[in-house]
T-cell receptor, first 114, second 115 residues
Framework: ETGVTQTPRHLVMGMTNKKSLKCEQHLGHNAMYWYKQSAKKPLELMFVYSLEERVENNSVPSRFSPECPNSSHLFLHLHTLQPEDSALYLC?????????????FGSGTQLSVL | AQKVTQAQTEISVVEKEDVTLDCVYETRDTTYYLFWYKQPPSGELVFLIRRNSFDEQNEISGRYSWNFQKSTSSFNFTITASQVVDSAVYFCALSEATGGFKTIFGAGTRLFVKA
């Protein structure tokens, strides 16, 4: 069983659809993150949760809505996305929310917005 | 402000060659942390190493070695005797003490190792 599991692996959606990305970590970590990876660009931090409380919203458009019901699960709800939102969305976790904590990543959801 | 630059977009080598991946960072903090992650084709980033700004000792782990030089703000990564399984995207990252919890990543270097 991998440490951080993301579903689905691939998602194609229209601009008017509503979908959700799911992340689950089996490591007992207290912090979870959403990153966006676009081609040839640095990973962009989107959201950070610590002990189920959102502590960072990195200027992300409201069409992305995160949810962290417990310390093991993280969702990213998507609605009325744009084609430029097509990217690999990576979930990560760390033991605690700290400056030198190493991150454990899932395999990501490859999202295509048509 | 934090910034990580990986100037090499793609590198292609033949198996058994040595290869160095460059990483240059910018920070105003005296306390910070540097990381390297590997992203194989499966997608998940895998942690390789973490250094703090007070420890400039170079590190070797098997075929991997890291050269941290504060004077040039660089944290370069060398793979000795590269193998096909080393083919991946490699990311350098920086976390500042006063930057909170943000880990800032470079754009990554894609390494192709040909048999």
């Amino acid at each position: 069983e991998t440490g951080v599991t993301q579903t689905p692996r691939h998602l194609v959606m229209g601009m008017t659809n509503k979908k959700s990305l799911k992340c689950e970590q089996h490591l007992g970590h207290n912090a979870m993150y959403w990153y966006k990876q676009s081609a040839k660009k640095p990973l962009e931090l989107m959201f950070v949760y610590s002990l189920e409380e959102r502590v960072e919203n990195n200027s992300v458009p409201s069409r992305f809505s995160p949810e962290c019901p417990n310390s093991s699960h993280l969702f990213l709800h998507l609605h009325t996305l744009q084609p430029e939102d097509s990217a690999l969305y990576l979930c990560a976790s760390s033991q605690v929310l700290g400056k030198n904590e190493k991150l454990f990543f899932g395999s990501g959801t490859q999202l295509s917005v048509l | 402000a934090q910034k990580v630059t990986q100037a090499q977009t793609e590198i292609s080598v033949v198996e058994k060659e040595d290869v160095t991946l460059d990483c240059v960072y910018e920070t105003r903090d005296t306390t910070y942390y540097l990381f390297w992650y590997k992203q194989p084709p499966s997608g998940e980033l895998v942690f390789l190493i973490r250094r703090n700004s007070f420890d400039e000792q170079n590190e070797i782990s098997g075929r991997y070695s890291w050269n941290f030089q504060k004077s040039t703000s660089s944290f370069n990564f060398t793979i000795t005797a590269s193998q096909v399984v080393d083919s991946a995207v490699y990311f350098c990252a920086l976390s500042e003490a006063t930057g909170g919890f943000k880990t800032i990543f470079g754009a990554g270097t894609r390494l192709f190792v040909k048999a």
